[in-house]
């Protein structure tokens, strides 16, 4: 069925180093894919989306890329800061037909170290 | 402008007790939905609103799960006799939801819910 996943649950990086989060996804009809960010206590924070007429995005520090063939999802965050320390979250556009509704991953938690 | 606001920010009630969480969205938006995450988890799709048209309930766990929204504004996510799996944080987002076409979706602070 339908799924988008995570390879790593858990990341742990020093301060100043560069963070790669992944996912897969399963459904090569979805055309949209974000990445959310979401601190304790909060709801999630958009930080960058795709469509799959791309296969790279940069915004302010991180970059996300699309592989179609491998149906994969990555975020780059650069120098990492101890405020990036949050759950991530991807998502892609829903293929049943709810227009607008989104599918997400279970998360990745991302720790950095001082 | 405003975000998304959802009140109450926490809810606190006994087994069997009905709740009724709101939710108001982005103004303009058309697009309106609930998810729940438990503890540590992810998102789980729960309803979706859009517009004028039917919502897609498709993933409302029980009969004891119901939702309405009033034309394109505030909303409402009513769960009967709670039980004490019921627990988790409850977060709406709103989007513009122009047909065809995927956007971000826009989150509020969510209600955390606990069920004794």
């Known amino acids: 069925g339908e799924s988008v996943g995570l390879h790593l649950p858990t990341l742990s990086v020093q301060e100043g180093d560069n963070s790669i989060i992944n996912c897969a996804y399963s459904?090569?009809?979805?055309?949209?894919f974000i990445w959310y960010k979401q601190e304790s206590g909060k709801g999630p924070q958009f930080i960058i989306d795709i469509r799959s007429n791309m296969d790279k995005r940069q915004g302010q520090r991180v970059t996300v890329l699309l592989n179609k063939t491998v149906k994969h999802l990555s975020l780059q965050i650069a120098a990492t800061q101890p405020g990036d320390s949050a759950v991530y979250f991807c998502?892609?556009?829903?293929?049943?037909?709810?227009?607008?509704?989104?599918?997400f991953g279970k998360g990745t938690k991302l720790s950095v170290k001082p | 402008g405003a975000g998304v606001s959802q009140s109450p920010s926490n809810k606190v009630t006994e087994k069997g007790k009905d709740v009724e969480l709101r939710c108001d969205p982005i103004?303009?938006?058309?697009?309106l939905y609930w998810y729940r995450q438990r503890l540590g988890q992810g998102l789980e799709f729960l309803i979706y609103f859009q517009g004028n048209s039917a919502p897609d309930k498709s993933g409302l766990p029980s009969d004891r799960f119901s939702a309405e929204r009033t034309g394109e504004s505030v909303s409402t996510l009513t769960i009967q006799r709670t039980q004490q799996e019921d627990s988790a944080v409850y977060l709406c987002?709103?989007?513009?939801?122009?047909?065809?076409?995927?956007?971000?979706?826009?989150f509020g602070p969510g209600t955390r819910l606990t069920v004794t």
């Open positions: 459904n090569s009809a979805s055309d949209y």
């Open positions: 987002a709103s989007s513009p939801g122009l047909a065809g076409v995927a956007y971000e979706q826009y």
């Open positions: 103004s303009g938006h058309t697009a």
């Open positions: 998502a892609e556009n829903s293929p049943r037909g709810s227009q607008g509704n989104l599918i």
